[in-house]
């Protein structure tokens, strides 16, 4: 058969035709979710291939399980009373003794797949998830034992394992509580979330999970009725489709989109202090910041004011190795402030005078997940020059700087100065303090010292929060910011849009959205 | 039909090797560039040893040209294998493990992932096409024909100001001014045809100056031909000539600029558009696994993308030598 010219055009017309309807069908329109029942959320992260809550440390999953899960108590983390803890599962909590809390349990609560909450639920996920063996035991501070009372009373006990049941007083806000026909059947515990949370889980569809609002929450029904959780990675789309109305709420601004819709007549921006600050680890076990004096000169060269004013909104300053919203924080009077003098007479100290003989040190940070970093890398770069250090800055993508982030199976880790953000959700300092400063973890930095391990076992034995709370200000937090493992540049603040339609909701220091009482206009 | 079947049979066996090429240095480059997928798969505060443990048990510590040999044998039975990040729920971030460490058959099939958003990544292709098209035709024929008058200069002043144009900036901009201001059209993911386009006039603007200028150019030079004289001499209208003969004759060197350059500017501008809009096709799903080292989709892709590009030029080429009979490739 001959082809033609016209026959061939005919073809390429036909075959570009049948694209548009081999393509997924939709119709013109509808573009704008707006009927007042469902919240379209631009999230910039999204889920694990796994719904179970003890199987990963994942941020935007813990932002997830806030929707689905109830806790035994809820800690709001407001700076001017970071300790506080309210009800949720739990109506009373005590200490029994050192080694044993009791917790009375709500009545009348339902999970979402209908079994009624009681005791038994309690002790099966305590006992779950505190096990050395799953991937975010690193949260708990040990394994747990519950002992049933009765179907509303629990006991947590520790002394099996030889810490202070005190260590589970905030921590009781963080662990979300599985049904225990669920723990029984880790497969199940995997492919759904089953909560007593304000909303259910629905389905995923790609990059969207649809939550449905659940009628028997033991705080009533919310009176939105869908939230869709959008998986947008790129900020300037989340943005755009916050302006566009296609989305009613998004997170994690840069500043300058912050400041450019606070001046949009139909959003509302939410500027928030989270539980997470930002720190420059220094690799200790490695020259030169095995040697204290030679990481105390690389923070007396850093001007934090000035690296603060280039994080602008997203960023607070405070003087100490935990967030304001966390127990135990204060504004260490003796923190590592901004003095070159004293920066020249370490080094010279040291052995490096004017950093003469200091080898070439790898600064590593990342972009495109902390606002700001690259820009204040290079700031921090500059200043640490300025004294002698030879610093080498090394941006990465997130990916492959977390790749780059952990100490390896050998100790040591990638370069020398690393920057990173701890971020959890509970008041509880020893989330952050034992991960990366106790020696036996010392998760980034590597540091391994006697003192500071000695000092983070006897605030955690204490044997009240009274105590605890004056052995972290006065002694631990003090030690850290004198041996200087990392320093903390300042304490990170969410940058958050919504639709000005959309009223009540209340955001987590550490992620998590409560929109079980908001409202969409 | 001779010609054909050798045709085909010459060029397939050519664009074998060349997707086997492809498929090693993608498969080379991702297993050398910083950034191990074990530590996203597993979550960043899983032991050392678990770490090392799943990563030799998924074959990822084993030589390249081994873990290239087993990845090729899968492909060719026509497993795309599973990935590494994405679950068969659809979560697609990583750091999650279950007791018995990393289980491949809780992770979504390639193959599926990649058939769920091929339809969304031709739909915008397509239109995207038709609006170039419907720029580019009537501004390169009519700045062609009438070279070095108005026609040509708005031809070359239009393609020029397009092609200066970052696609990434039109779509931020399109979106704001066509979406965000007017709410003439909507813009983020996809619910419905109309968020397709936005997207596709961006990747018009992408395209269509280079097929401005081709067409103009081509055409032009074929009306300077002495064929197109001698035709008119011997009593054919300007009309018939350039119907008949002219945009035939042009046809050539635009049926191999689409095959070699075009599609490989638009595969790379849907990869932008994609992230742009998060419209749900294949440059999403594979700017998402590149961030995320999710090796399986990467791979497959890039043999898909490759296989792609090498079937179109085969077409085109085949295309061409049925257009003009001179030809052989």
């Known amino acids: 058969m001959k082809t033609t010219r016209r026959m061939f055009l005919a073809g390429a017309t036909a075959l570009g035709a049948g694209s548009l309807i081999i393509g997924p069908t939709g119709k013109l329109g509808s573009a704008f979710a707006q009927d007042g029942k469902t919240l379209s959320f631009a999230a910039a992260g999204t889920v694990t291939s796994s719904w179970d809550p003890s199987s ?4 935007p999953q813990i932002t997830a399980e806030g929707f689905l899960f109830g806790h035994l108590t809820k800690c709001p983390m407001t700076a001017e009373n970071p300790g506080e803890i309210l009800p949720d599962l739990a109506v009373e909590w005590k200490v029994i003794d050192p080694f044993t809390l009791e917790y009375k349990l709500r009545q009348g609560v339902t999970f979402h797949d209908g079994k009624e909450f009681k005791a038994e639920d309690v002790k099966a996920t305590y006992e779950y998830a505190s096990q050395p063996s799953r991937p975010a ?6 394994q747990v034992e519950v002992e049933i009372v009765d179907d509303y ?4 006990k520790t002394e099996k394992f030889g810490y202070p049941a005190l260590n589970f007083w905030y921590v009781s806000a963080f662990l979300p509580i599985l049904s225990a026909k669920d723990v029984a059947n880790p497969d199940v515990l995997k492919q759904r979330p089953n909560g007593t949370g304000a909303f259910r889980y629905e389905a995923t569809k790609g990059d969207q999970i649809i939550f449905k609002a659940f009628d028997k929450f033991h705080e009533g029904k919310p009176q939105i009725e869908t939230v869709l959780w959008n998986y947008v990675p790129d900020a300037n789309t989340r943005v755009l489709g916050l302006l566009n109305g296609q989305y009613h709420l998004t997170e994690r601004l840069e500043p300058e989109q912050y400041a450019s819709l606070s001046k949009e007549a139909n959003i509302t921006t939410q500027r928030g202090l989270s539980s997470e600050n930002k720190y420059l680890h220094f690799r200790c076990n490695k020259p030169p910041f095995d040697d204290v004096r030679v990481r105390l000169a690389a923070v007396h060269a850093i001007d934090r004011e000035q690296v603060l004013a280039v994080v602008g909104d997203a960023g607070q300053a405070s003087n100490c190795h935990i967030s304001p919203v966390k127990f135990g924080y204060t504004d260490v009077a003796s923190y590592p402030k901004f003095d070159p003098e004293l920066s020249q007479k370490l080094l010279a100290e040291a052995g490096f005078p004017k950093g003469q003989g200091l080898p070439e040190i790898e600064y590593i940070t990342s972009v495109g997940f902390y606002p700001k970093t690259r820009e204040y890398g290079e700031l921090i770069t500059a200043m640490l020059q300025e004294q002698g250090f030879p610093v080498k800055l090394t941006t990465l993508e997130p990916a492959a700087w977390e790749e780059q982030l952990y100490r390896r199976a050998d100790g040591q880790g990638p370069g020398h100065i690393v920057d990173v953000g701890w971020i959890t959700g509970s008041p509880e300092p020893d989330l952050v303090l034992r991960p990366n400063y106790l020696s036996k973890f010392a998760l980034i930095n590597g540091v391994s010292d006697p003192e500071i391990d000695a000092s983070l ?18 002694e631990t937090l003090p030690l850290i ?15 958050r849009a919504m639709s000005k339609n959309l009223q009540g909701v209340y955001f987590y220091p550490n992620g998590p959205i409560d929109l079980s009482k908001a409202t969409l206009a | 039909m001779a010609f054909a079947i050798e045709f085909f049979l010459r060029r397939i066996g050519q664009g074998l090797v060349i997707v086997l090429l492809v498929a090693f240095v993608i498969f080379t480059l991702l297993r050398i560039v910083p950034g191990d997928p074990i530590r996203i798969i597993l979550g960043p505060m899983t032991p050392a040893s678990v770490l090392e443990e799943t990563a030799r048990n998924l074959g990822l510590r084993d030589p390249i040209l081994v873990q290239f040999g087993r990845f090729v044998t899968q492909v060719a039975s026509g497993d795309l294998g599973r990935s590494f990040i994405r679950g068969v729920q659809g979560g697609s971030t990583g750091g999650s493990q279950d007791s018995a460490g990393f289980d491949p058959e809780s992770r979504a099939s390639v193959a599926e992932l990649i058939g769920t958003a091929l339809p969304y990544s031709l739909q915008l292709a397509a239109l995207g096409i038709v609006f170039t098209l419907l720029v580019s035709v009537p501004l390169g024929l009519a700045a062609g024909l009438r070279s070095g008058r108005w026609p040509d200069r708005l031809g070359l002043y239009v393609s020029s100001f397009l092609v200066s144009l970052p696609n990434i900036w039109v779509g931020v901009v399109l979106i704001f001014l066509l979406s965000a201001k007017t709410g003439l059209l909507p813009a983020i993911g996809y619910k419905g045809f109309a968020y397709t386009i936005i997207p596709a006039m961006v990747l018009a603007i992408e395209l269509s100056p280079v097929l401005i200028r081709a067409i103009s150019v081509s055409v ?15 009593g054919l209208s300007r009309r018939a000539m350039i119907a008949r003969h002219v945009l035939r004759n042009a046809a050539v060197p635009l049926f191999n600029l689409f095959g070699a350059q075009m599609i ?6 849907l990869f932008v558009v994609e992230y742009i809009f998060s419209y749900p096709g294949l440059g999403m799903l594979t700017i998402n696994a590149v961030f995320q080292r999710d090796f399986p989709i990467i791979q497959a ?19 061409s030598t049925t257009i003009d009979r001179r030809l052989k490739f």
């Not at chain 1, 990963?56 to 941020?59: F, G, L, S």
């Not at chain 1, 009373?153 to 947590?156: E, I, K, N």
């Open chain 1, 137 to 142: 035991s690193a949260w708990y501070p040990g």
């Open chain 2, 301 to 319: 892709v890039a043999i898909l993308a490759s296989g792609v590009l090498v079937a179109i030029n085969m077409l085109v080429d085949f295309a």
């Open chain 1, 457 to 474: 076992d006897k605030e955690r034995n204490a044997a009240s929060t009274d105590e605890r709370l004056k052995i972290l200000q006065t």
């Open chain 2, 264 to 269: 490989g500017m638009l595969l790379g501008g």
């Open chain 1, 56 to 59: 990963h440390t994942v941020a």
């Open chain 1, 153 to 156: 009373t629990v006991r947590l």
């Open chain 2, 220 to 234: 032009a030079a074929n009306l300077g031909e002495t064929y197109f004289d001698v035709g008119l001499v011997r």
């Open chain 1, 481 to 495: 910011a004198a041996k200087v493992p990392s320093v903390s540049l300042f304490s990170s603040v969410f940058l």
